[in-house]
């Protein structure tokens, strides 16, 4: 168990719809990532948030968004859903500043099925 | 921009033989090389990593080299066991202030008892 939730476990929803993503880091991490998972793109990096604050963006849509709350948990919207968007997101959190750490730790996962 | 080229994608061994997974990165600038290990339905378990400054990384049956000229970096697994069978995925940061990580494609490695 590496400390980091994420709810809900399993989502399934149809085309054009909204889902939220929930994600609680280990207890101290500041660092949240979100990844995507999918079987033709591996594991790709879409945003991180430090502390709050939008610290870098990767392959993420413009349908997505995230935000980091002042409790440190993270959300990930998606919306205007495609077929497309099917694939399991991890969000993963990274030890606090300070120290050069570099390691991140992941969750179990959302998988998401647009039908 | 970085990217992480794994290989092989699929590796069948006995138990007891060791396994070999190798990866390619593009960015000299890359600092720190872990390795995740994802076992189905599961999320990606950090399993070893490795800093520039480093050139071979111990952790009981697992190991990891570095060669910084060639831009390589290998998992090397030994005594393999049934419960060694997951995917393992390499990756690569930059020293940039964000730390993301580029993943390589994955290895799925099956031990076979």
């Known amino acids: 168990d590496s400390g980091v939730t994420q709810t809900p476990k399993h989502l399934i929803t149809a085309t054009g719809q909204r889902v939220t993503l929930r994600c609680s880091p280990r207890s101290g991490d500041l660092s949240v990532y979100w990844y995507q998972q999918s079987l033709d793109q591996g594991l790709q990096f879409l945003i991180q948030y430090y502390n709050g604050e939008e610290r870098a963006k990767g392959n993420i849509l413009e349908r997505f968004s995230a935000q980091q709350f002042p409790d440190l948990h993270s959300e990930l919207n998606l919306s205007s859903l495609e077929l497309g968007d099917s694939a399991l997101y991890f969000c993963a959190s990274s030890p606090s500043p300070g120290t050069p750490s570099y390691e991140q730790y992941f969750g179990p996962g959302t998988r998401l099925t647009v039908t | 921009g970085e990217n992480v080229e794994q290989h092989p994608s699929t590796l069948s061994v006995q138990e007891g033989d060791s396994a070999v997974i190798k990866c390619t990165y593009s960015?000299?600038?890359?600092?720190?090389f872990p390795w995740y290990k994802q076992e189905l339905g599961k999320g990606p378990q950090l399993i070893i990593d490795i800093r520039s400054n480093v050139g071979e990384k111990k952790d009981q049956r697992i190991a990891v080299t570095l060669n910084k000229t060639a831009k390589h970096f290998s998992l090397h697994i030994t005594e393999t066991q049934p419960e060694d069978s997951a995917v393992y995925f390499c990756?690569?940061?930059?020293?940039?202030?964000?730390?993301?990580?580029?993943f390589g494609t994955g290895t799925r490695l099956k031990v076979l008892a």
């Open positions: 990756a690569a940061t930059l020293p940039s202030g964000t730390y993301k990580y580029i």
């Open positions: 960015d000299s600038a890359s600092n720190y």
